[in-house]
């Protein structure tokens, strides 16, 4: 019998350790950058990072969700709403309407069960338009074309507490994904992704572990949401259309669906480009384009894989052999 | 009587127009698998380029109908070759190259024409009186248009050597490249036609309805809907499918106001998709 040796790697403790130093490092950020304008920033990075890996989460099912930006807007709507006609505090709010969100989102995700990969996607892009046009119809209720004012300041005007507000629910809710997908739950479901014939054969009941992951999915959603709403203070219907809910999908493919980092990487690199880019006013939408070219045709695998694309073009050098691309 | 008519030719031209721009993204995605999401931007280019040639080049109408047509497909061509080709048969890159598309022609109309609601010049004066009906000849000539170029098409596509080949390609790519069938060849050409036949609705309803650089987004979801209802596959369905949400478009505004009746109409086509998820005409295909 092989007697079983604990393994002592340093990287196990080396990865965590390292993370975790990010995680401070981001937290003396405000000692270092005095403007408030770069804290509004860098909170909205933090409100759809919990955004774009909670849309990653959803697709480790193998099905595409083109519905989370209004999945992220039902959460804000809710909240905002609570906030404005009811007169909830946020730390109730918040986890409401979160909670309601991730009920909407299994509701949702019952029928919408029975239809994978491309019909699936096509279901909720239909799906995410028709919630924008109820938020359209609304009226008084949701404000309608004009939006909707007046939702209850969370922390005073205090951009600081913002801050370490927003960093406290983005960490928590990255390690929860990040926990989520090595629980029972998420390897059924990457089962669930490689074959669902297979999967349902050995006893994985495919439909209820994908209305469950979209619940996962969506109490996400909402929580960046509500939490966009009681920061914001203003919702407007456009922040949750059809081409936010694309953004969204562009965050996590341009960082790389495969890796977990992929999302949090997409986010950052995307929304910092897109804010240093805005003193070229109507230009700047370029910008974004450009890279998302760049990502298409140079990195298959998003800009997680530029490290060991560098690194093979180097070690390919050193052979004497060119790279073949990949078709 | 006045309501009723307005409201059967407002149906017939959402229909024909929602057809004409579908069925371009329709054989491309039935051949290829390529999901157009910048078909919508085309089609919105192709409206101010027939606006940019009637207003600024002093062009003849009816030919900067065809000129629109000539440059809108050589740019699918382009886009075909350079941008869909080496993508095919992955999903999440192709949408990356729609969106980034998608972005660059909205950014770039407006920055040279800027955001507001521009119009084409109408085809034709006149009202059509018959009775008490009156309707204007620029409804029907948009009509008519839109008739005659899907009577060509469907021609083109089952009685032409080159549409069978298109149809050939769409029910087996590989049975077809081993019957020696140009694919790279015909596929360039469905791409020349699905654009010019997006940028002509786009002329079209730029002087029926008017041009805003974001209108693409508003036929996109239309022709996802309208592909998706009649099924991947086929034809048939795509006219059938345009009728119904031709029909849900111009009668349910009668009965509730503005967003209501988008969102019933919404909610429609999603109960209709989960009934039936390969659409009414089509075939399931795994992906």
Redesign the interface.
Known sequence: MIKQVPIKDRRNVAKPALLAGLVVIIALLPLVLNSTYMLHIIILIFIYNIAAVSLRTITISGQ?PLAHGAFMGIGAYLAGMASKWLGWPFWITIPAAAIVTAGIGMLIGY??A??????YA??S???G??VI??V??GGIWTG??AGLIGIGPMLGSSKLAHYYFFLGLAVVSIIALYRFEFCRLGVNLKAIAQSHLAASSVGINEGWYRIQVVGVGCFFAGLAGAGYAHYNTVLSPVTFN??AT??L??YV??GG?DSFAGPIIGTTVLMIISEFSRDLK??S??I???L??I???LM?QGLVSLPRLIRSAFTERKKGKRIAHA? | MELAVATVTNLLILSSMYILVALGFAFLFNMLGI?N?AHGVIYMLGGYIGLALISAMGVNQWAALIITAVIMGAFGIFLERFCFR??VG????I???C??II??L??TV??LVGTQILSLPPFVEGVLRVGLASVSYERIVTFAIGAFLLAVVMWFVNRAKWGQQMQAISQDILGAFLQGINVHRISALTSFIGCALAAIAGCLIGAYLGLGPYMG?FIL?KI??LV?LAGIGSIRGIFIAGLVLGTLDSVLPLMTS???S??VA??I??VL??IR??GFFGY????
Request: aromatic share 18%.
């Open positions: 595409f029928p919408f029975r239809l994978r990969a491309l019909y096509m279901g892009l239909f799906f338009i028709g046009f109820i359209y119809a309608g074309y059809f081409m694309l953004w999908v562009m493919l341009i669906i109507e230009y939408p370029y974004s384009a450009v998302l070219l990502v298409v045709y298959p078709p | 999901l999401l080496p993508f992955n999903f999440n890159r949408v990356m190259v969106v980034a972005v660059i909205q950014t407006n920055i987004d979801v996802l809907m998706f503005g967003a209501a988008d969102a919404v909610g086509v999603v998709l989960l998820p390969q399931e295909v795994e992906m």
